[in-house]
């Protein structure tokens, strides 16, 4: 138990702990995403409703969009989150998770970056078709989005990116 434990602070870590350890980087990853998302959401690009999690704990009053409208903005507030968040995500993970190296660093930032964008499209047009078809509470479209980005990333940064 003391070595699984060990392996946690060590660069060289068994394919269990290098998942465990990106699962944990994703996790703060994903909280940075979901609070730039639900900030540009409430102040930039209005898109909550009043039955939004987020405007239910912190108590804020949102005037009610149309669904085109809140679709649009959502889904401009994804990508705003999706550039600060995927940022985070990329120094964390070669601090800790992954060698990089691969390529050089502008390639892998680039790579990153694509392989993340490729994810977030895929996520974000499903968050929009949710809310403007079934006028989806945008928290949940948003959840539909996160799991969509989650399923492709971890294999293609893991194998394609970096060194394993």
């Not at 003391?2 to 870590?13: D, G, H, N, R, Y």
């Not at 149309?66 to 990508?79: A, C, P």
């Not at 600060?84 to 970056?113: H, Q, R, T």
């Not at 539909?144 to 394993?164: E, H, Q």
Request: charged fraction near 15%.
């Amino acid at each position: 138990m003391k070595e699984f434990i060990l392996q946690f602070f060590a660069p060289e870590s068994s394919p269990l702990v290098q998942f465990l350890k990106y699962a944990i980087v994703g996790g703060i990853a994903t909280a940075v995403h979901i609070t730039v998302f639900h900030l540009a959401g409430w102040k930039l690009f209005p898109s909550l409703q009043n039955d939004d999690w987020f405007v239910k704990i912190f108590k804020i009053k949102m005037e009610e969009e149309d669904d085109v409208l809140r679709s649009k903005n959502s889904m401009k507030n994804n990508w705003i989150a999706f550039f600060i968040s995927n940022l985070v995500c990329y120094i964390l993970n070669i601090l800790w998770v992954f060698d990089a190296g691969k390529y050089p660093w502008y390639l892998e930032i680039v790579m990153f970056y694509a392989v993340s964008a490729i994810s977030i499209a895929l996520g974000t047009f499903l968050m929009g078709w949710l809310i403007r078809k079934y006028g989806m509470i945008t928290t949940y479209a948003f959840c539909a989005n996160l799991f969509t980005s989650l399923a492709v990333n971890y294999a293609m940064r893991k194998f394609l990116i970096f060194n394993g």
